[in-house]
C-alpha cells in the first residue's frame, strides 16, 4: 500500500518550478483521484496552450490538460510522464493505477505526470461532445472487408468534416504534434528533464519524443513496443500467433486431446464460412435477431483475441464449440460488427498519419492475399481504407525510419503477444545503443510481467537510474478453458 504521507506531501511538494514559463498560459488547481484500494492521492491539474501545429506556433491553440502527483520519495528522480495508449485513452485517469500501483509504484522513484493528448479526455478539443457518426449495417447478410471499408471511410469522411468546420483539421493530430505537446509540457513546467513510461501507442509516442526532443528526456521505459513503421500489423505475424496457440494448447494435457490441431480446425472453420456463413439468433430488446457469421467475423474475433492473455485462455474452447456446430458465442459479437461507429477521431487520425511505410504497406498487401495466412490481415481492419476520408495526411518516412538515440531506455515485450511482439523491438534496436529489452515468457499485450516479482525489481532499479541488462523472464504458462464439447470427426 502507498505510503500514508501521501496527501501532506502533496501541498508542499508540487508546485511549478520556478523555471516554468508563462508563455504557456499554464493555469494549476488541487486535484484529488483514488487509486488500488481506495488510496487518495492528492495533487494538481493543469491546463497549458500549445499550437494546433507546432509548425505554426502564432497560428491556433489547444488547451491541454494533465495531473501530477508528488513522490513519496524524499529524494525523487526526474517525473515520470505517463504515455496513455490508445490511442485515445485518458493519461489523467490510466496514470492513477501506475502511480500508486501495489508491486511497481511509479511514485516511489518520481512525481507522476498524467497527461490528456490532444483531443482526448479533459483536453481540447473534446471529441466526445460532438454528435456521434454511426451506421447500422445488416446483421442478416454477410460483407466483405472492402464493403465493410467503404462504409467506415464515409462515416469517417463525415466525421472529419464536422470538426473541421469546427476549427478542428484532423491534419494536425498526428504522433509528431503529439510529441511536441509532451516536450512543451516539459517546459511549461520548468522541467529540464522527464521519464517517459508507456506501452503500446504510448510506446509509439515515446520513441517519437524521443526521436525529436532527446534532450528533454532522461530514460525511458517502454512496454508493448509499437515500433515507428509498425502501427499496421504483417498477417504472417498474425499466423505465426496462431500456430504458437496450437503449440500451447499441445503442451496443455487438459485441452490437447480434445483440441490436437487447433490451426487445422480454425482453417476447416473458416472454409465452411466461406461456403455456407453460419445463421445465429440474437436476443435483442425483447426480438430475435438473425445474424449471419461470415469468414471475416470468425477472423477478426480470432486476429483480436490474440495476443490477450486473458482471451486466449478462453479460445480453445471456443473454437472447439463452433467445430461441434455451435456458433451461438458468435452471434453477440458479429452484431456488434454490424454497428460502425467513429470511437474517436483523435485515434483515427493519429494512427492513419503514422500509416506505413511503402516497403511494409507492398508486404502487408502481398501477406494478406496468401491462403497460408489464415486470418488474412483482418487485424488491421478498417486500416487503412478509411484513412483517405479522414484527411490526416501523413507523417513521412523520416519518421518511421527512426533515428539513433544516446537516452537509456528499457523495453518490454511479451512472447504471446501478438499485437506487439518481441520482434517489434529486435527491429528498432540498432537505433539504442543505451537500450535493454526484456523478454516476459507467456506476456501479453496486457502488463502482466508486473506479477513478476523479478520484473519490478528490475524495473525499480532501470527508473532509480542504475544500469540493467536484457533478460528473458518466465512467466507462468497459460491454463486453458476446459474444452466440454465432442469435436464432431469429419
Known amino acids: 500500500m502507498i505510503a500514508p504521507n501521501l496527501t501532506l506531501l502533496a501541498a508542499a511538494a508540487l508546485s511549478a518550478s520556478p523555471q516554468a514559463s508563462n508563455s504557456f498560459g499554464l493555469e494549476l488547481e488541487p486535484y484529488t483521484a483514488f487509486g488500488p484500494g481506495g488510496v487518495e492521492l492528492v495533487g494538481e491539474r493543469g491546463h497549458f496552450d500549445v499550437p494546433l501545429d507546432h509548425g505554426d506556433p502564432d497560428g491556433p ?6 495531473v501530477r502527483f508528488p513522490s513519496t520519495n524524499p529524494d525523487p528522480g526526474p517525473p515520470i510522464v505517463f504515455l496513455a495508449g490508445g490511442p485515445g485513452a485518458s493519461g489523467i485517469d490510466y496514470c492513477v493505477g501506475p502511480a500508486a500501483g501495489r508491486t511497481l509504484r511509479l511514485l516511489d522513484h518520481g512525481d507522476v505526470i498524467g497527461l490528456d493528448q490532444r483531443g482526448t479526455g479533459q483536453s481540447e478539443p473534446d471529441f466526445d461532445a460532438g454528435p456521434q457518426f454511426v451506421v447500422e449495417l445488416d446483421p442478416g447478410r454477410v460483407y466483405t472487408r472492402d ?56 510506446s509509439h509516442l515515446g520513441l517519437e519524443v524521443l526521436r525529436r526532443h532527446p534532450d528533454g528526456v532522461a530514460r525511458a521505459l517502454l512496454g508493448k513496443v509499437e515500433g ?31 483440441m490436437p490441431d487447433l490451426v487445422g480446425t480454425v482453417a476447416k472453420l473458416l472454409t465452411q464460412l466461406e461456403e455456407e456463413p453460419a445463421l445465429v439468433e440474437v436476443e435483442r430488446n ?11 467475423d470468425l477472423r477478426t474475433m480470432i486476429a483480436e483475441s490474440l495476443g490477450l492473455a486473458f482471451s486466449i485462455v478462453e479460445l480453445p474452447a471456443q473454437i472447439a464449440a463452433l467445430a461441434a456446430g455451435d456458433w451461438s458465442s458468435m452471434g453477440d459479437y458479429t452484431l456488434s460488427n454490424r454497428r460502425l461507429e467513429v470511437w474517436s477521431p483523435m485515434a483515427i487520425a493519429m494512427d492513419c498519419a503514422s500509416g506505413a511505410s511503402k516497403r ?22 478498417p486500416y487503412p481504407d478509411l484513412c483517405e476520408s479522414c484527411g490526416a495526411g501523413d507523417v513521412g518516412d523520416d519518421f518511421r525510419k ?4 544516446e537516452v537509456p531506455v528499457l523495453f518490454v515485450s511479451g512472447t504471446i503477444d501478438a499485437r506487439t511482439p518481441p520482434a517489434n523491438v529486435e ?12 523478454i516476459c515468457q507467456n506476456a501479453g499485450h496486457e502488463p502482466i ?29 497459460p491454463r486453458f478453458k476446459p474444452i466440454e464439447v465432442v469435436r464432431e470427426e469429419p
Do not use: M
Open 427 to 438: 527491429e528498432i534496436l540498432e537505433h539504442f545503443p543505451a537500450a535493454v529489452h526484456v
Open 402 to 405: 527512426g533515428a539513433r538515440c
Open 147 to 202: 464493403e465493410i471499408g467503404v462504409a467506415y471511410a464515409e462515416l469517417v469522411g463525415r466525421a472529419a468534416d464536422h470538426w473541421r468546420e469546427a476549427g478542428f483539421d484532423l491534419a494536425h493530430f498526428n504522433t509528431t504534434q503529439n510529441a511536441a505537446d509532451v516536450d512543451a509540457l516539459r517546459r511549461a513546467l520548468g522541467l529540464e528533464q522527464i521519464v517517459l513510461y508507456g506501452s503500446s501507442y504510448g
Open 360 to 381: 511494409r504497406a507492398a508486404q502487408i498487401r502481398r501477406e494478406r492475399r496468401d491462403p497460408a495466412n489464415l486470418l488474412s490481415d483482418a487485424v488491421n481492419g
Open 228 to 258: 515507428p513503421d509498425q502501427t499496421y500489423k504483417l498477417p504472417s505475424t498474425t499466423q505465426r500467433f496462431l500456430e504458437q496457440l496450437g503449440e500451447l494448447v499441445r503442451a496443455d494435457p487438459g485441452v490437447a486431446e480434445q
Open 286 to 296: 425483447g426480438e430475435a435477431l438473425r445474424v449471419l457469421v461470415s469468414a471475416l
Open 61 to 66: 491553440t489547444l488547451e491541454l490538460a494533465f
Open 449 to 477: 510481467e508486473i506479477l513478476s516479482r523479478e520484473y519490478v525489481d528490475l524495473a525499480r532499479a532501470f527508473l532509480d537510474g542504475e544500469a540493467v541488462e536484457s533478460v528473458t523472464l518466465e512467466l507462468p504458462q
